[in-house]
């Protein structure tokens, strides 16, 4: 079982940063493939950022490519999403999700495939 808290979000002007955070409970998170999604008022979730459980590899949104980096620290039990030149459109509840993989090498891009998520944390971008 994980537990995941997010942290982070708040409201930020058009240009600026926010490094949202992922605390993770249990003793399996280094066995954790995880990611960052995020849901628009009146839109489906979607993929943003995912990172395999050993770090290594990373997968992002072509909307979010080139500014937001995913990274984890296992020996804190913690995932983060650096967010840079914000947009407009970034504004949406950004949730965090981890699924147990045998696999060091593989992340993973649909909502489906994961098992755990958080509650959300709440990041709104004014133009």
């Known amino acids: 079982q994980v537990q995941l808290v997010e942290s982070g979000g708040g409201l930020v002007q058009a240009g600026g940063s926010l490094r949202l955070s992922c605390a993770a409970s249990?003793?399996?998170?280094?066995?954790?493939?995880m990611g960052w999604f995020r849901q628009a008022p009146g839109k489906t979730r979607e993929f943003a950022a995912a990172i395999t459980r050993n770090g290594a590899n990373t997968k992002y949104a072509d909307s979010v490519k080139g500014r937001f980096t995913i990274s984890r620290d296992n020996a804190k039990n913690t995932v983060y999403l650096q967010m840079n030149s914000l947009k407009a459109e970034d504004t949406a509840v950004y949730y965090c999700a981890a699924v147990e993989t045998a696999y060091s090498g593989l992340y993973y891009v649909g909502p489906r495939e994961y098992k755990y998520w958080g509650q959300g944390t709440q990041v709104t971008v004014s133009s």
């Open positions: 249990g003793r399996t998170f280094s066995a954790c493939a």
